[in-house]
């Protein structure tokens, strides 16, 4: 019967069903990580997203006038600019607010304002702006939300009606519909109907500010450059984006990605590599027998075609296959194992077809070259093929070009020549490329590492290693696939187990810094009446409760830069970006510290303040880290200037009273001032000289022989009503970073779970591909010396420098990326690697090629020798 070339490509490949199996089975793991990839970097945005949102608020942007500019400036956003900005494509959510209403229609007397220090806005009671400003009522006209510092002056309750004056020449009367928490530098604020601001100023619809929220598919950039292209030069865009906290989520975020993401890749790349080399090899002489026989190079070129494209339909649908297995284990591990419930690990079949057919197509094309190759060779060449070829020149280059590359960006960051803001991001791609190189360099040193290896291995084990060393050299160019695969695996499973551990306990020295009393209470958006502190030095079981305010931007005057760290203020050189639009603005961030009050006197009573040197209440106190930066000794005076409305305003000289460490204050900047201080009562807006504190946290000691966990408790259904105050003691705090820490890298722990298995698979698959290839050259070691036991023992020798080489190569390119990571933040320093985390993936590697050798050797040595080298 005459075959047709399809019909004759289909039997070959079906011919031999263990090579198609192995090679489908590489293909398809790859594609399913590639799947499981996408599927979990998609949950995983959304999971930063929803914690980005839950920090900064659910807008993408602002579009806003500054009510600051002079008179002569424009400060109000027209309707219909307002209505241009909310009907842009892409948007698909707004909110507008008219804040300092007084100060944009210029009718505001300065000095009085000065006085009552009060901030005025309408807004739009819709609910993103309600969760924006942290109100909850539906604000109705004739309504006011105002917050405790503002009740506490008036002396209402939430439902009294209050008359007050925005302007000498206006007058409004409205119902407290609900109070609030104080703000943020500044406590005392009024939320009124934009309507009915707009109705007593006369207005119309204008605004100050339109916020806007994008589609997920739209880039929030894009609108920005939109806005400043189609809008009023006046006009500034901020975007959430470039807010610190939401820049440390997307970094965190983009190391998962990029790391994680690479690493992953790269072992598909290897996979699909590795795969399709092992195919062909047993394809070299059947190609050359049809050449010989009569076929032309068009059927030879159309039946590896045929093949290819067949094969690797049956290896992407295999693929998709595994992706939604994984998928689906992925979403079980979560839910059962973690204990969290999590909906988005959803597979989106859009992207999955896409992936298939885009793949398939990719893959299907790839062959191309080698159809060509194969086509073109001479049937006598193809005959003579050996395996012992050298490695690819190309590869050598991109090899080295990277590793270099990636060592120069290191050096860059290290020599302190790159920004802060993209440190990390440089830093991650220098040691993700050193990584690549040396990964791709694994056939450059198998050579060396398997001499050395080998040589030990012969002299105090096997003395039959010889000839497991000098096949694995003489084949190094096919066994680099392996190796780089093993090696890829090794340092993921190096790699991100260790920046998971050095995050977590980042986070657990802070808290452990944070709690320098049993129980700690903080305000999580602004702070706290001041009768908070007498009703909790009120309770049972407390012994002291020491209050520290909210730490407010002051400006440094007059001071000599000249004695400071050149290096620490050019890391500190940019201007701040919550003074724009203001004189204040061309200021630089080293100008400026956070200041707080506090009970000096108090703190000493209760050990929190290493310092007996008399009377500290007149200065000011510092951290030792901050003094050497800036050159500050004990005793000198600083010139701390007030500002308002982003002008400055008078200077208070005061004294450096004490240089001490605050382990329980984050930030070096930030100091401590004592609150009967006269020269101070204008810290966190408080005007009225009453030497209260309106504390953003509490320190609490308990009395000796009360239970910490109950006194928490109590303290807990005391201040219940206040959503926003925690009440903390250091095991619950613990407890909760833990839970945090598994709640954030859930899906990370997830794709490892999945990596293992797949890993393993891939392992126990490439190797089985190999040793099956050289089925002939094993059968020839028997027939000239080797028994079937000397056999085993060299098979199990090659699988063990097969694992050696991967974990040389696997530690070396893992100690690239974690020093790229390290070196790139403050926030790691000290980092270390766990024992079992260098032990795992080394025991993983090692155990599995140590298995599979076993296994196969096993399989060839109960063969005989004559049926072995007939073999396909």
């Known amino acids: 019967m005459k075959l047709s070339t399809f019909g004759l490509a289909m039997r070959m490949l079906f011919a031999k069903k263990q090579r198609l199996l192995l090679t489908c089975i590489g293909i398809g793991v790859s594609f399913g990580l590639i799947i499981v990839i996408s599927t979990l970097y998609v949950s995983m945005e959304r999971t930063v997203q929803r914690t980005i949102d839950n920090e900064v608020g659910g807008f993408d942007l602002v579009a ?105 020449d206006i007058v409004l009367k409205k119902v407290v519909r609900e109070i609030i928490p104080d703000y943020t530098p500044n406590p005392a604020a009024v939320i009124l109907h934009i309507d009915d601001v707009r109705e007593e100023y006369a207005l119309g619809k204008v605004a100050t500010n339109v916020y806007l929220d994008v589609a997920d598919d739209i880039s929030a950039r894009g609108i920005e450059e939109m806005i400043k292209s189609e809008f009023h030069e006046d006009i500034r865009v901020s975007l959430t984006s ?61 039946m590896v075609m045929m093949e290819a494209a067949v ?70 060449v193809a005959v003579r093929h050996s395996e012992q070829e050298t490695l690819n020149r190309s590869q050598a280059w991109i090899s080295g070009i990277l590793f270099i590359i ?85 340092t993921a499973f190096i790699a991100i187990p260790t920046f998971i551990d050095n995050l977590t306990r980042v986070q657990t020295e802070q808290v452990v810094n944070k709690h320098i009393t049993p129980i700690v209470i903080e305000h999580s958006r602004d702070v706290m009446s001041s009768d908070v502190v007498e009703q909790v030095r009120q309770m049972e079981g407390v012994d002291q409760a020491l209050p520290v305010g909210s ?34 603005y061309e200021t630089y961030e080293y100008e400026w510290i956070g200041t707080a009050k506090t009970d000096f006197k108090l703190m000493q009573q209760m050990g929190l303040m290493k310092l007996d040197d008399g009377d500290l209440s007149s200065g000011i106190v510092i951290q030792p880290e901050y003094a050497a930066h800036m050159g500050i000794a004990l005793g000198d005076t600083l010139s701390l200037q007030r500002t308002s409305l982003g002008e400055r305003a008078e200077k208070y000289e005061m004294p450096v009273s004490g240089v001490t460490d605050l382990s329980f204050i984050v930030h070096e900047t930030h100091v401590l001032v004592d609150y009967q201080n006269p020269n101070v009562s204008w810290i966190e807006g408080d005007n ?13 000691q308990v009395s000796e022989g009360a239970d910490i966990a109950n006194v928490r408790a109590e303290l807990e259904h005391l201040l219940q009503d206040d959503p926003a105050i925690r009440v903390t003691d250091l095991d619950s705090e613990l407890l909760r970073i833990a839970e945090q820490s598994r709640e954030q890298y859930t ?64 530690v070396i390119a893992s100690g690239w990326i974690l020093t790229g990571l390290f070196s790139g933040t403050n926030e790691l320093q000290g980092w270390t690697i766990n024992g079992f985390t260098l032990a795992l993936p080394i025991v993983i590697v090692g155990a599995i090629s140590l298995l599979v050798s076993l296994l196969y050797s096993k399989q060839f040595g109960a063969k005989s020798i004559t049926e072995e080298l007939t073999v396909e």
């Not at 079980?332 to 298939?356: P, Y």
Request: some cysteine.
């Open 242 to 302: 470039d807010n610190n906290n939401v820049i440390k989520q997307h970094t965190m975020f983009r190391f998962i990605a990029i790391g994680l993401g690479s690493i992953l890749m790269l072992v598909c790349l290897l996979f699909l590599s590795s795969s399709f080399k092992l195919m062909l090899l047993g394809r070299v002489r059947e190609i050359s027998t049809f050449r010989m026989v009569g076929a032309s190079r068009w059927v030879i070129y159309k």
């Open 551 to 584: 730490f407010s931007a002051v400006l440094l005057a007059d001071l000599d830069y000249e004695r400071a760290d050149p290096e620490w203020l050019e890391q500190n050189s940019y201007h701040p970006e919550y003074l724009q639009g203001t004189s204040l």
């Open 747 to 810: 899906i990370l722990w997830a794709v490892m779970a999945i990596f293992v298995v797949v890993g393993i698979v891939g392992i126990m698959n490439t190797l089985g591909a190999t040793f099956h290839s050289h089925r002939r050259e094993y059968a020839i070691l028997r027939a000239i010396q080797l028994t079937t036991a000397k056999l085993r023992s060299v098979m199990i020798v090659q699988g063990l420098l097969y694992a050696i080489t991967a974990i040389v190569v696997g």
């Open 406 to 490: 990636g060592c120069v960006m290191l050096g860059l960051a290290w020599l302190d020549l790159i920004s802060t803001d993209t440190r990390l991001i440089f830093t991650l791609v220098g040691g993700l490329l050193a990584a690549g190189g040396s990964i791709l360099g694994a056939g450059y040193m198998i050579p060396a590492i398997s001499r050395i290896s080998g040589w030990f291995i012969r002299k105090f084990v096997i003395a039959e290693a010889y000839y497991a060393m000098k096949q694995f050299v003489a084949l190094r160019k096919q066994n680099s696939f392996i190796v780089m695969l093993l090696a890829s695996i090794v």
């Open 688 to 700: 009225d000289n009453s030497n209260e504190i309106l504390p953003k946290t509490i320190y609490v």
């Open 64 to 168: 806003a006038l500054s009510p600051l500019e002079g008179n002569d400036k424009r400060k109000l956003l027209t309707e219909e600019e307002i209505s241009r900005l909310r009907t842009m494509d892409g948007v698909i959510a707004s909110s507008v607010t008219l804040v300092f209403p007084e100060l944009v229609t210029n009718r505001v007397d300065l000095e009085a304002r000065m006085k009552t220090d009060i901030n005025y806005a309408g807004v739009e009671p819709n609910e993103r702006i309600r969760n924006f400003l942290g109100f909850t009522a539906t604000l109705q006209l004739g309504e006011m939300v105002i917050t405790e510092e503002v009740a506490r002056r008036w002396g209402v309750q939430q439902g009294d009606t209050k008359e007050f004056s925005m302007s000498n």
């Open 311 to 380: 094969m690797n339909l049956l290896g992407v649908v295999l693929g998709v296959g595994i992706g939604a297995l994984f998928c689906q284990l992925a979403g079980l591990f979560i839910n059962s194992m973690m204990g969290i419930a999590l909906n988005n690990v959803e597979m989106d079949w859009r992207v999955v077809v896409t992936i298939a057919v885009v793949g398939w197509l990719l893959l299907t094309i790839s062959v191309m070259r080698i159809a060509v190759t194969a086509a073109g060779s001479a049937p006598l």
